[in-house]
């Protein structure tokens, strides 16, 4: 199975400045707690925001530079293409961003794991818009509010009609 997992505001910010806008701690733990074990899918620059490779995942970068270092243990492919038709001999692998990579896999994906961050953000980076109606909502679960996760949020799972 193809997932993406993604934190979204009310206004579809994602990012800025190639960083994460908000902070969350529910948030992280519920990406550590879901994509724990598996393979995380993401662009070059997202692989450089990490602030380490993260335990117990499979790092895959996707990145047209020829130059790239990447350190031991980290896939690189050069298309997104390429990730996905690796990605389809496992059982469950993560597109974890950024933007650019999030709109070459959506129409690949059978589940997204959307944390909704119910506040507008000023941003430079965006979710890219997909069709609702080819999804279904399977399972929402509203975020707890309070002093280290100041924004309200939920936890929003969307399946692909017909292939979950």
């Known amino acids: 199975m193809l997932a993406l997992i993604v934190a979204v505001a009310q206004n ?27 393979v995380i899918i993401m662009g070059r620059r997202t692989f450089e925001s990490l602030p380490f490779l993260l335990p117990n995942r499979e790092h895959w970068v996707i990145t047209k530079s020829k130059g790239f270092n990447a350190p031991e243990g980290v896939r690189i492919f050069s298309s997104p293409q390429e990730a996905y038709e690796a990605a389809q001999s496992l059982d469950m692998a993560f597109v974890i961003g950024g ?62 009609k017909g292939q979950v």
């Open 12 to 38: 579809g910010v994602i990012g800025k400045d190639n960083s994460l806008i908000w902070h969350l701690p529910n948030d992280l733990q519920f990406f550590k707690k879901t994509t724990n074990g598996h």
């Open 99 to 160: 933007a650019q990579i999030y709109k070459e896999f959506l129409p690949y994906v059978d589940r997204m794991y959307i944390t909704e961050v119910l506040q507008e953000f000023d941003g430079d980076v965006s979710f890219p818009t997909f069709q609702k109606d080819d999804f279904e909502v399977t399972n929402v679960v509203d975020g707890v509010v309070d002093e280290k996760n100041t924004y309200p949020h939920r936890f929003v799972t969307y399946d692909r």
